[in-house]
């Protein structure tokens, strides 16, 4: 592959260039284990910025013009496991994708930043920075809403609309989801359809029921309660009425538990709102 010309701009340069200017002007990327296989991962000076999947296909699906192999650059020898293998290679796709979006060429890391291995572990950031300035000002407020589903839970893409005060967008929401520069990190997975079809995923919908099931989402009792038009659940104990995976609705009782159509009617019976899963009047 051709050297990208602002690195061989600098590697011009007759003096060395200034301290955590490479850094300013290049990502790094690495190679690290998800929940689904290999990803490839890039990261700023800011933080984390692009996730895609290391596979054959390409990180956006796509294989080399002419069908075949993708094209790959080579990468740096050695690292730490989920690092850079030795001989480590990079696809072209991958580069492009990155640099049509960010505007930066990339460089190979050494090692993979502090935290990123148990983050794709478990979908916590805890502490993990991720560098959000390749999204709009919409699809920024989306994924912010979506980072804090918890784990084994899911929202209807309604939910996600209203939560970003943008009730009637949701079809905006998809298309926001679906450009997704982080998935894994930010849990763009746990957004499903209200009648419990997983929907669409950057990594595909069979990826996207793997990660729900994995993380303890019966994907079978969502579809069940969306045929019988169930989209809450209340408790006649706690007066409170949720979304179906919330933590709390999965600790009612049978005895307990009633079924509602919508959020009004929840309400007309005397339930109020989980303070948790804040359900909104349009999951369904």
Not at 2 to 8: F, G
Not at 155 to 178: C, H
Request: hydrophobic content about 40%.
């Amino acid at each position: 592959m051709s050297p990208d010309p602002l690195l061989a701009g600098l590697a011009a340069l007759a003096t060395d260039a200034p301290d955590g200017l490479l850094d300013r002007i290049a990502a790094r990327w690495v190679r690290a284990a998800g929940p689904l296989g290999e990803v490839l991962v890039a990261f700023t000076d800011q933080g984390i910025a692009y996730v895609r999947e290391d596979d054959d296909a390409g990180p956006d699906g796509d294989r080399g013009m002419d069908g075949g192999e993708p094209d790959v650059a080579r990468g740096i020898d050695g690292g730490e496991p989920g690092g850079p293998r030795e001989g480590g290679t990079v696809s072209r796709s991958f580069a492009a994708a990155f640099r049509r979006r960010f505007g930066r060429p990339l460089l190979p890391a050494t090692r993979p930043p502090a935290g990123l291995l148990p983050a794709l572990r478990t979908g916590r950031l805890s502490g993990l920075s991720l560098d959000l300035r390749g999204t709009t000002d919409f699809q920024r407020e989306v994924l912010l809403a979506v980072r804090g589903i918890p784990r084994g839970e899911v929202r209807p893409y309604a939910w996600v609309a209203a939560q970003v005060g943008r009730p009637g967008a949701v079809r905006a929401v998809g298309s926001a989801l679906a450009g997704n520069p982080v998935p894994l990190l930010v849990p763009c997975h746990r957004v499903t359809r209200s009648d419990g079809v997983a929907g669409e995923y950057v990594f595909g919908a069979a990826a996207k029921e793997r990660l729900l099931l994995a993380e303890g989402v019966d994907l079978d009792r969502l579809r069940r309660l969306a045929r019988e038009r169930v989209f809450y659940l209340a408790s006649d104990t706690t007066g409170v009425v949720c979304l179906p995976t919330c933590h709390n609705a999965r600790r009612i009782t049978p005895a307990h538990r009633h079924g509602f159509r919508t959020l009004a009617e929840a309400r007309s019976a005397g339930y109020r709102p989980c303070r948790t899963c804040r359900p909104t009047g349009l999951a369904a």
